[in-house]
């Protein structure tokens, strides 16, 4: 399994960016994905989640109405659309997938088996 982020970059405040993760080995169709960042000295973060079907996501509260998280199920991969972005949003994010069959949205680490590499966001302001 094997999941590879792209499509950060540096942007200005207030701008967007559209981050990719693209599976291989693994149907994103068949679980749960997530997108967390990370930030020096910090902690991973949760950013946002999407079932195994599509219909359900989850969002932190800090990027609710800014982000939007889908799937492409013909392409297999996931999608992190980043809308009004802020300086504060400068992180390294990951893409994630778990491996439970139909798992449901997850906001944990640790029920992620599969990670990608991450691509570094950085917004100026």
């Known amino acids: 399994v094997q999941l590879v982020d792209s499509g950060g970059g540096l942007v200005q405040a207030g701008g967007s960016l559209r981050l990719s993760c693209a599976a291989s080995?693994?149907?994103?169709?068949?679980?749960?994905k997530g997108w967390f960042r990370q930030a020096p000295g910090k902690e991973r973060e949760f950013v946002a989640s999407?079932?195994?079907?599509?219909?359900?996501?989850d969002y932190a509260d800090s990027v609710k109405g800014r982000f939007t998280i889908s799937r492409d199920n013909v392409k297999n991969t996931v999608y992190l659309q980043m809308n009004s972005l802020r300086p504060e949003d400068t992180a390294v994010y990951l893409c994630?997938?778990?491996?439970?069959?139909?798992?449901?949205?997850?906001?944990?680490?640790?029920?992620?088996?599969?990670w990608g590499q991450g691509t570094q966001v950085t917004v100026s302001s």
């Open positions: 994630a997938a778990r491996s439970s069959l139909r798992a449901r949205v997850s906001r944990l680490v640790y029920e992620y088996a599969y």
């Open positions: 080995g693994y149907s994103v169709s068949s679980s749960a």
């Open positions: 999407i079932n195994w079907y599509g219909e359900a996501t």
